[in-house]
């Protein structure tokens, strides 16, 4: 193994023997990622974690993507340490998705009513299932969702997951805490963890609801630097969606992506049993 933070793929080969087609998908931040085939499993992705990553941070992405109970979640498979010239890597194999990335997705066109209906639907049921263990996602984006062939949503990473049941990760000075910026709802910028809960989740769905209907996300364009996509999300309301849309579907936008808290749905199951009802209305599953 070459001597930098980056795994070689022919190292990466060899600790993996079950393995073909092993492809680098991504690298960035603590983490790359590759796609194989696995002689069981089919297709599958290997996410390493880079020497001196935090280890509980893994454990507890571990632990999210175990303990939430969805059917649009990638499956974990197995986990462990690989030993290397840098140091210990933490590696966890889980279920690929196939299918395009939401972001990918929007920037070739507009989602179609069903289409936004079923997005909201399928990231909702999600949300409720990790509300039901105390998990908050705290990076709901387009970047974080795959549409697969059969157009179901699934969401991805939980890598910044905060577990509500246990000591925050995430220092109380550190600035912007985590998630993404644009998509994050102000107490979460914050990083006031009292108030950081499934609202969290629901504002950075709302944000990407009026992203894949529109093509854009007001809190990031035109903006001048972070600061200033902190502000539009700290303290402005997205514009009201004109263009024709489901009935009550402008109204959910919204309602989610207020900049206070307590003026959004105040559980994922609220807002879920919200959305079931339009799809109801549009016979949307």
């Given amino acids: 193994m070459p001597n930098h933070s980056q795994v070689d793929p022919g190292w990466l080969v060899h600790q993996f023997p079950n393995l073909t087609d092993l492809q680098a998908l991504a690298a960035g931040g ?20 880079h020497p001196g990553t935090d280890p509980a941070r893994t454990e507890r992405e571990l632990e999210a993507a175990t303990k939430v109970q969805a059917p649009r979640m990638p ?43 079923r997005l909201a639907l399928h990231v909702s049921e999600t949300l409720v299932a990790a509300e039901a263990v105390s998990i908050v996602h705290r990076d709901v984006k387009p970047a974080n969702i795959i549409v697969d062939p059969q157009s179901e949503f699934w969401l991805i990473d939980f890598g910044v997951a905060r577990h509500l049941d246990l000591e925050s990760l995430t220092a109380t000075v550190a600035p912007g805490g985590c998630g993404t910026i644009g998509y994050a709802p102000a107490e979460q910028c914050r990083n006031d963890k009292p108030d950081i809960d499934a609202r969290a989740d629901l504002f950075a769905l709302g944000v990407t609801l009026y992203e894949a209907a529109t093509g854009g996300n007001p809190h990031v364009e035109g903006a001048r630097d972070r600061f200033e996509i902190i502000r539009r999300a700290s303290t402005q309301q997205l514009p009201r969606l004109g263009r024709p849309l489901p009935d009550g579907f402008a109204d959910l936008v919204a309602t989610l992506a207020q900049p206070n808290p307590v003026h959004r749905c105040q559980t994922a199951r609220e807002a879920h049993e919200w959305i079931k009802e339009l799809c109801d209305l549009e016979g949307v599953q």
């Fill in 30 to 49: 603590q983490k790359q990622v590759f796609t194989a085939t696995h002689a069981n499993d089919g297709e599958v992705v290997i996410k390493l974690m």
């Fill in 75 to 117: 499956r974990i498979f197995e986990h462990g340490q690989l030993t290397g010239d840098t140091g210990t890597i933490v590696w966890f194999r889980e279920q690929r998705i196939p299918g395009e990335v939401l972001s990918a997705r929007i920037r070739a066109g507009t989602l179609a009513h069903h289409e936004l209906l």
